[in-house]
């Protein structure tokens, strides 16, 4: 008997693969997420997940592809829906990213990125966290910085909120977000936007 086609005219994914791989990448998230990136072993994985370890080495060799179908697994980020106003916008949008590290653990996903940083499969699955986290804050601000000034922007503000979690172990504060995007959005004059 012939596999189904799927959309793209490629085989369709078995139903039992297709759970096994959801079942080992929510496993392997939860992990990462709860115990860091270090736990993300095979054996724990599959322990957690109900799978023997053979599985896992079958379909993902290495840790670092547990990692990435982990870190995959979050989907799209979170984002502020946009309503005009630049300063509340940026705020609000700031707030989400505060309360994505909260709710999903990103800043031990964050931090177990930074760890594999030098490997080229992290380093993409990093690159398209970034591209998804930040491309609203690089089109909220393109009207009012460009070039290096509009990358500086967007780093100090995601910064303002990552640094914190990942140096700390603290969220930061609307005050804190709200003061940051004030001096980003100063005109100069030092009283803050206009």
Known sequence: MAAAEGRSGEPAEDARVARTRADVA??????????????????????????????????????????????????????????????????????????AIDELRLDRILAGMAQWASVEQMAQIRNKVNTDGQHQMYEMLSDRFSGPALEAVVQMLTGVVACPALMYGRLASDDVITAAVDIVLDDGTGRGPQ
């Not at 736990?39 to 990435?68: C, F, M, N, Q």
């Not at 799209?76 to 309503?83: A, N, Q």
């Open 26 to 99: 929510r496993a392997a998230l939860e992990v990462l997420t709860t115990e860091g990136s270090d736990a993300v072993t095979h054996a724990r994985v599959a322990e957690l997940a109900g799978y023997s370890k053979t599985t896992l080495y079958a379909h993902w060799p290495g840790r670092l592809d547990l990692i990435a179908m982990a870190i995959e697994t979050l989907g799209d980020m979170p984002h502020h829906e946009l309503t005009g106003d630049l300063r509340a916008d940026v705020i609000a949008e700031l707030q989400v990213f505060r309360n």
